[in-house]
């Protein structure tokens, strides 16, 4: 036989074991193709939620739903030219689709419209992207959450305040970041929970990078400044209220002043049971994970999921924050699967867990 029939027969068994054949088509370089590559692109590691909440509940629900499906994974640490070039990888890479959870919503702006322009739908999670061609938003309603924060301190300083509140009082407000767009969203809502209240704003700072040392920094220079009129802080978030907490037990504030938080992380739950916490807002950060990636994997195939909302016109999923103080703690964490009495309830914290109803009263 001679060679030209040789190849022409080997073209056409290959030719026909591609038609037949069932294995996965891959790429050139080995990938598996676009429909089955998830980006999930998160911002930050300072809040424990991201590495230890969402990115396991996402991997985990792509990996029960979508068993070829493969997650790319990065994370930020809070550097928005770094999140640019994690997404340009990923599309390099033949993401099918990008999960977002922007550093900088008027850089991540950016990646939504290159991954546009390559027809990769793109996902924000739980920051909403503002004048981009989202695809799809998961999430919660952050002037929701702020409403929330500012109505509990608003009750805090009606019920608990002795002295009274003076007209010169009032609460530090510790505002997240300034590059993530849902610090405007919790700002809008404390703003409308105070509204009409005596409860005034003695200062104000936006921290970057959600940073807990630098919102401690700042309470202390205002502790320093305003004294006991500071009546209470607005945290925006659990790591800002643990650096605010701090700053005022080194004050001398005994007990320390009403401090709001958010995310339900386990160092906020205990404060919380021993009194240093006045209460925190609980998302189900897993189920916000699981939907996300049931979102991602409908979408990567194609299919257009049914949504509940829309923000600025994006279909979205949004999931309800749910407040929490001592008063519910044992229903919404315990219960609810969050954290079990035996993480929450270590020493130093186990008497105030007998307290608070945790633990029997045989425990020490």
Not at 44 to 60: H, L, M
Not at 157 to 171: A, K, V
Not at 307 to 331: C, E, F, H, K, Y
Request: glycine share 8%; net charge negative; with cysteine.
């Amino acid at each position: 036989m001679s060679r030209r029939v040789l190849v022409v027969v080997a073209a056409l068994v290959a030719a026909l074991l591609g038609v037949g054949g069932c294995a996965t088509a891959v790429s050139p370089g080995g990938r598996p193709p676009s429909d089955q590559i998830i980006a999930l692109l998160l911002p930050e590691s300072k809040a424990a939620r991201y590495e230890s909440v969402d990115r396991p509940s996402f991997e985990q629900t792509v990996a029960r739903r979508c068993p070829q499906c493969r997650v790319l994974y990065a994370n930020a640490d809070q550097d928005a030219a770094r999140q640019q070039q994690q997404a340009e990888s990923a599309l390099t890479q033949g993401a099918g689709v990008l999960v977002l959870d922007a550093v900088d919503a008027t850089a991540a702006a950016t990646i939504v419209t290159k991954a546009q322009v390559r027809g990769v739908p793109v996902v924000a999670y739980d920051r909403f992207i503002a004048d981009a061609p989202l695809d799809y938003f998961v999430g919660v309603d952050g002037a929701r959450v702020g409403r929330l924060q500012g109505e509990a301190l608003v009750r805090a300083l009606d019920r608990d305040s002795e002295p009274p509140l003076e007209q010169d009082d009032g609460i530090l407000v510790v505002n997240g970041s300034p590059t993530d767009p849902n610090s405007v969203r919790f700002r809008a809502g404390l703003a409308a929970a105070l509204q009409g209240t005596p409860v005034r704003v003695l200062a104000e700072y936006d921290t970057p990078d959600w940073s807990p040392d630098k919102a401690q920094a700042w309470v202390s220079d205002q502790l320093t400044q305003y004294g006991s009129r500071v009546r209470a802080v607005y945290a925006a978030n659990d790591g800002e209220a643990g650096g605010a907490i701090s700053a005022m037990l080194s004050a001398g504030f005994d007990p320390v002043a009403p401090v709001t938080g958010q995310d339900a992380e386990l160092a906020a739950v205990q404060r919380i049971v021993e009194g240093t916490q006045l209460m925190t807002v609980y998302r189900a950060l897993s189920e916000q994970g699981r939907t996300a990636a049931e979102l991602a994997i409908r979408v990567l195939h194609g299919e257009r999921p049914v949504t509940t909302s829309r923000i600025d016109g994006v279909p979205s999923q949004l999931l309800a924050p749910t407040a929490v103080d001592i008063t519910n703690v044992r229903r919404v964490i315990v219960d609810g699967g969050v954290f079990t009495t035996e993480e929450i309830c270590v020493q130093p914290y186990t008497r105030a867990c007998v307290a608070a109803g945790l633990l029997d009263g045989e425990a020490r």
